[in-house]
């Protein structure tokens, strides 16, 4: 006889990577004009980044680009008998809508971190911030699971044998799968500036100083699991 079984298993990881995107938007009654101001909004936020950290332009990657036209539907004001029976409408463009998003990834360090969230904060750009914890080898922290689940699994399968009074034999296959999770905040920090000057150095070392005091990551979660099939005997 043959009894089907999973085995779990998981544990607690403190990330080891940041992965932060910053979309910028920008809109115009002309294409041209959208792209113009979206574009500038990117170029000036990767200009003052890349001279007040130590982060290069060449980090920043673009996962998304997009221009494209809205629109609006206006009801016609009925000017015969005939036309109150129809329904008249007019469609009117709100013109163009311009977004970009860019994404940087970097082995956790608080403060960079802090810095870049500082610095964007700071940003003429007023790009709307991402971040994202994770892990750069979760398979790896998975593979250190498998003994675990499948401890797991055969613990279950001896339970179910000696509960049917018979013999565990040996294990002929195993399904294995797993999961993991990511650890994320979301946050308009372009809004929270309260003028349109930049702040100086002191100002921004003082937002650095307390970011890396107040922002802390929960750990990710990471499991694996297996389906294993076991042979009994009597």
């Known amino acids: 006889m043959q009894i089907f ?17 910053a979309s910028f938007h920008a809109h115009a009654n002309d294409y041209n004009e959208a ?35 809205h629109f609006h539907t206006n009801r016609i004001e009925a000017k015969t008998e005939e036309d109150l029976e129809k329904n008249l409408t007019r ?3 709100d013109g163009f809508f311009f977004e970009q998003r860019l994404q940087i990834i970097f082995d ?32 790896e922290h998975q593979r250190t699971l498998l003994a675990d689940a499948y401890a797991d699994a055969r613990s279950k399968a001896s339970a179910l044998v000696t509960a049917s009074e018979k013999h565990l034999r040996d294990c002929v296959r195993v399904e294995i ?11 308009d920090f372009a809004l929270a500036k309260m003028s349109a000057v930049r702040g100086s150095e002191a100002d921004i070392q003082e937002q650095i100083k307390a970011i890396d005091e107040t922002f802390r990551p929960d750990d990710i979660t990471v499991s694996k699991s297996i389906s294993c099939v076991w042979e009994t005997s009597d």
């Open 5 to 21: 079984v999973d085995g779990y298993a998981e544990k607690q990881v403190a990330p080891d990577q940041i992965i932060a995107s």
């Open 35 to 69: 792209m113009q101001r979206g574009v500038e909004k990117v170029k000036n936020f990767i200009e003052y980044i890349e001279n007040e950290s130590d982060f290069e332009a060449k980090d920043f990657k673009t996962y998304a680009y997009n221009i494209s036209e």
């Open 91 to 93: 469609r009117v463009s």
């Open 108 to 139: 956790y360090n608080k403060e960079r971190l802090a810095r870049l969230l500082a610095l964007t904060s700071n940003s003429d750009s007023f790009p709307h911030l991402h971040i994202e914890f994770t892990l750069k080898d979760y398979r």
């Open 177 to 187: 799968d797993g999961h993991h999770h990511t650890t994320s905040y979301e946050g």
